[in-house]
T-cell receptor, first 112, second 115 residues
Framework: QKEVEQDPGPLSVPEGAIVSLNCTYS??????FMWYRQYSRKGPELLMY????GNKEDGRFTAQVDKSSKYISLFIRDSQPSDSATYLC????????????FGKGTHLIIQP | DAGVTQSPTHLIKTRGQQVTLRCSPK?????VSWYQQALGQGPQFIFQ???????QRGNFPDRFSGHQFPNYSSELNVNALLLGDSALYLC??????????????FGPGTRLTVL
């Protein structure tokens, strides 16, 4: 079993839909959780950063962490074609002073 | 404010050769981490440099080595290249002093092709 599991997709939804992206993990020592967006052949761009369990909202994006279930989610409201990209979940035990463990990434397609 | 920069953008090498990739961290950051991303996969952690020392290492062979300079910039060296080393190599910077509150920001990557 890999430390972080993420469905690679592709996930295709119509413009304006609510998108739900998820990751599960096995290492209970993870405390910091991130979502990155990566466009084709580019570097990952940080979207959301969360410490421990709970919710965090930033514009159209909401990140949720449930440490008891070892499950994290990213919701995108009012999805746009420009949101089409690969979304990577990442986690670590010590924040910036630690190597990140990534999921495989979910390829998201927003249909106009 | 310049973000993380990497050079070169693309590189083509043949098996057995050696390669050096370069990274300059985001202003105010002192920690550099390197990742390898194969096509269709998430990035894999190679190692992290802080105060010119390798602080943490992932599951990569000794063919992968690095260096950090006093200005916090960093190099990744790969010796005896294999076809399987073909990937996007990503550099990320962060602040190593604050611990948990600091996250990693990525550069655009260097795409290495080994023939």
């Amino acid at each position: 079993q890999k430390e972080v599991e993420q469905d690679p997709g592709p996930l295709s939804v119509p413009e304006g839909a609510i998108v739900s992206l998820n990751c599960t993990y096995s290492n209970s020592a993870f405390q910091y959780f991130m979502w990155y967006r990566q466009y084709s052949r580019k570097g990952p761009e940080l979207l959301m950063y969360t410490y421990s369990s709970g919710n965090k909202e930033d514009g159209r994006f909401t990140a949720q962490v449930d440490k008891s279930s070892k499950y994290i989610s990213l919701f995108i409201r009012d999805s746009q074609p420009s949101d089409s990209a690969t979304y990577l979940c990442a986690m670590t035990t010590r924040g910036g002073a630690d190597g990140l463990t990534f999921g495989k990434g979910t390829h998201l397609i927003i249909q106009p | 404010d310049a973000g993380v920069t990497q050079s070169p953008t693309h590189l083509i090498k043949t098996r057995g050769q050696q390669v050096t990739l370069r990274c300059s961290p985001k202003s105010g950051h002192d920690t550099v981490s390197w990742y390898q991303q194969a096509l269709g996969q998430g990035p894999q952690f190679i190692f992290q440099y802080y105060e010119e020392e390798e602080r943490q290492r992932g599951n990569f062979p000794d063919r992968f080595s690095g260096h950090q300079f006093p200005n916090y910039s960093s190099e990744l060296n790969v010796n005896a290249l294999l076809l399987g080393d073909s990937a996007l190599y990503l550099c990320a910077s962060s602040s190593g002093r604050g611990g948990g509150g600091d996250t990693q920001y990525f550069g655009p990557g260097t795409r290495l092709t080994v023939l």
